[in-house]
């Protein structure tokens, strides 16, 4: 498993709390948590991309970087990426996300023909006219990224996948995750599915803005478009494009044991999992997250 580690967004260990919470090492006592404020978002540019059967609404950043397409999680849409937008664009990077059939500001078409993700993905990527782009993937989203770049491997420079199930069909994988979550866990409010206990504990703020999100993300029913092809491990073995893999330590889908058994089947990819973070750690540790996705484009 190339590259992994336990990245606790920590400065220098500058927090190091012994056994009973007395300090061992530091100045004062420790905040509950430090919210990262949102910064302020860089102008876009947005439309309507026809697929067969809707119209998808996209954001773009625009100008001459390499491209950086965000597929956004299920409770999620194209408003998911505020932490990252601005600051892949300040890197250099062309940003772009959309909002998959009947999330925030797209058209659902009819629930009885969803569509192909990847489909839609790359009626939007030859919208825009994008030779070969970067895929950053979050939870849902993953299932797309994965379908689409097995589909059209030369339109993919990289891969990004952030706490994601993935969709693998396999029936030792379907065995794990049916220990994992108990069957009432579907009904269960998303901030508790999705955000770490840290987090809900020490960012109310920060909380609340997820939350917003989260109720505005759906027009409508909720409709989760098809795969091209089961994906399998078989599969995912034969991706060998520049792999990253994420997850939060606090993560109910994608815990930290299932992110490497992700990983056995890509052993190519970097692996890290991110400390005090759950289903979404490029929003509850957006500065830790950015930090390796940036490092990761970097050396590309």
């Known amino acids: 498993m190339a590259g992994a580690e336990r990245d606790t967004g920590t400065k220098g260990g500058e927090w190091d709390m012994a056994a009973g ?90 629930v009885n023909d969803p569509g192909i993700g990847a489909d839609d993905l790359h009626g939007l990527i030859e919208h825009l006219k994008l030779p070969q782009v970067d895929l950053v993937a979050a939870a849902q989203g993953g299932f797309f990224a994965l379908d689409y770049v097995l589909a059209w491997p030369e339109r993919v420079r990289s891969l990004t996948i952030v706490s994601s199930l993935m ?19 579907a009904g269960l409010p998303h901030d508790f599915q999705e955000l770490s206990p840290s987090y809900r504990a020490g960012n109310p703020e920060g909380l609340a803005v997820w939350q917003e999100l989260d109720r ?65 750690p490029y929003w509850e540790q957006p500065l830790v997250f950015n930090r390796l996705l940036l490092d990761f484009l970097g050396r590309l």
């Open 21 to 110: 919470g007395e300090q061992k090492r530091g100045h004062g006592r420790p905040p509950a948590w430090e919210p990262v404020p949102i910064p302020a978002q860089v102008p876009i540019r947005d439309g309507l991309v026809t697929v067969p059967g809707a119209r998808l609404w996209f954001w773009d950043t625009g100008g001459s970087g390499h491209p950086v397409v965000l597929l956004h999680a299920g409770t999620q849409s194209a408003m998911g990426w505020p932490y990252q937008q601005p600051v892949l664009a300040q890197a250099g990077y062309r940003v772009i996300a959309y909002s998959r059939r009947g999330y925030e500001r797209s058209e659902g078409g009819d």
């Open 167 to 185: 969709g693998i069909t396999d029936a030792d994988y379907a065995a794990v995750n049916a220990r994992l979550r108990p069957k009432f866990f």
């Open 216 to 280: 505005r993300a759906l027009n409508g029913p909720r409709i989760t478009p098809n795969v091209k092809q089961p994906l399998t491990w078989a599969r995912l073995e034969t991706i060998r494009h520049p792999t990253l893999l994420m997850t939060g330590d606090s993560d109910l889908y994608t815990p930290p044991a299932l992110l490497r058994m992700q990983a056995q089947h890509m052993p190519h990819a970097e692996v890290h999992v991110i400390a005090e973070a759950g289903h979404s």
